[in-house]
């Protein structure tokens, strides 16, 4: 009889270092990892169907550091009992890779196969042909790259793990996979339930039409739309519900460019509809999805309850810098109020610091945005030349100055430098956005808007807390906040020292006390403007600049169309309007 041999399998999604080094990471994590869901499901399903031989039994370990500690002495002892292994570093960010580096350090000294993919190593093949310092250091330690994406590969990784003959670097940024009817990702609810609002993810499509110059999707996943089957989303939603898991954060860049859209949100439909199933998700689209005939109502029948829209600015100058010409500042109102038409919380990013930016104009533009667009949370970003963009490849390649340390490629650091604007008055304008946005008086106005559109102010109240919490009490960007933070005192920084016991404890604790007594502070205060408007027998009957319908005389009337900029591009669009009618007259 032959005996079976047991290979240990880690599936590690890394975090990041905070500014002192300590991994940023929290009891009930935000946003869950996608890259993570898909490499589990890839591997569980090889391993379902013995594509690796048999023989074997496979141990995996799926851990996101986001809300789970990475023991490296417990894994290395794990997988040094085993007959085989393997530590697979999952869906990399260019913040994240310092960090993969140092869990990778002492387990390749305990002669540990590790690998690495996600966004840094591909976008550095996609855009730099692999010339990044941390790539080849990468290399030079002896870890495994994988570039490109898993679907139709996770045989031949894992056999060469299997048969101690990693790769160097396996490398499929020319050839993207289609993924309909692949195995379909999936965590177990015990891994689910680490996130805040017991929330998973999946992706229903890859890739994207635009050309945004600071975006590494198009280049790491390609401008062409590659989907799952409203079968394979049937059957992601079904697996889940199995378990308890009824909330979704749908990944995809831009869900309104998935070619079937309508399939997709019509299955859904007919399962909350038709079944009664309850099940909600969250989801990204760009600025003209409300021109989508039936788009924005089926999403919202779909179950979809917040979208994320890439505004990025209200000046069109900014976004014909940044490639970012679908988005058309007269639009901004209007799809904004479809969204609220159907009770659906509205997220928008917002990046600061484009080339013509001084803290004048940022702070005026914000001032517009408040005052004349119904958006519910705004978040803002660093412009940031990551890895694997247009705007990052260009500096490269000119030879401009970029900060060395990619664990501050987060979008909430300076990491260039700003042609009107020093570091200190970036960061200053940067810290200064979230206070202005978010004063007293306009979080009450948010709330309002809410109530006379049918959105919960209690889900706003919630949100306002914890995006302004986010920077000014945890010192990290919303999207990387969760619900209490912990700290590991041995998994620091490599290359910072390991602070005594005696020190570490008592400050963390110190420091934690602190920081729940400025929440439940932030809470209260955002609470009384919330239970003020939930008081107010008229809040039914609430309307201001931003809430009132689109009429042709907007142009003359809102502050939003009256900046130089948009002036001038205002009056292209109108030589673009007329000569496109003339066309169509000669035509016809």
Known sequence: ???????????????????????????????????????????????????????????????????????????????????????????????????????????????????????????VISMLNGEDADFRRAQQMGISLFAGELEGRVEQVLGDAVSGRLQPLYNYMNDLPGIEGTPVPFMPAGHVARTAYNLTSFDAGRGCPYQCSFCTIINVQGR?????????????????????????????????????????????????????????????????????????????????????????????????????????????????????????ITYAGYILGFPTDTPERIMHDIDVVKRELPVDILEFFFLTPLPGSEDHQKLHRAGVAMDGDLNKYDLNHYTTAHPAMSQAEFEKVYADAWTRYYSLDHVETIMRRAAVSGISTSNVLLLAVWFVGALKIEGVHPLEVGWIRRKSRLNRRHGMPIEPAILFYPKYYAELGWKLMRWAGLYLRFGMKQLKVERDPNRHSYTDTAMTPVTDQDEADLELFKSSDAVVWLDEQKRIERAQLGLRQEAS
């Open 224 to 344: 062409k739309s590659r989907r799952r089957s409203p079968d394979d989303i049937e059957k992601i939603i079904r697996l889940n519900l199995e378990q308890g898991v009824r909330r979704f954060f749908i990944t995809d860049d831009n869900f309104a460019r998935n070619k079937d859209w309508e399939a997709i949100l019509d299955r859904l439909i007919a399962m909350r509809e038709g079944e009664g199933l309850d099940f909600n998700f969250f989801i990204q689209v760009d600025t003209l999805c409300h021109k989508i005939p039936n788009f924005v109502e089926k999403c919202a029948r779909a179950g979809v309850k917040r979208v994320f829209i890439g505004l990025e600015n209200v000046n069109p100058a900014n976004l014909k810098d940044a490639k970012k010409r679908q988005n058309k500042i007269t639009e901004y109102r209007r799809m904004l109020l479809a969204w609220k038409e159907w009770h659906v």
């Open 1 to 123: 009889m032959t005996s079976t041999k047991r290979f240990c399998l880690y599936l590690i999604k890394p975090s990041h270092y905070d500014d002192d080094g300590y991994v940023i990471q929290w009891r009930l994590s935000p946003i869950p990892s996608n890259s993570l869901a898909s490499v589990y499901g890839l591997v569980r399903d090889a391993i379902d169907r013995e594509a690796m031989g048999p023989g074997w039994d496979f141990d995996v370990h799926p851990i996101d550091e986001t809300n789970t500690e990475v023991d490296v002495r417990a894994i290395a002892e794990e997988v040094r009992s085993a007959d085989g292994g393997l530590v697979m570093l999952i869906g990399v960010q260019s913040n994240q890779f310092p960090r993969a580096l140092d869990i990778a350090r002492p387990l390749l000294a305990a002669g540990i196969q590790v690998a690495i993919g996600g966004f840094h190593v591909s976008g």
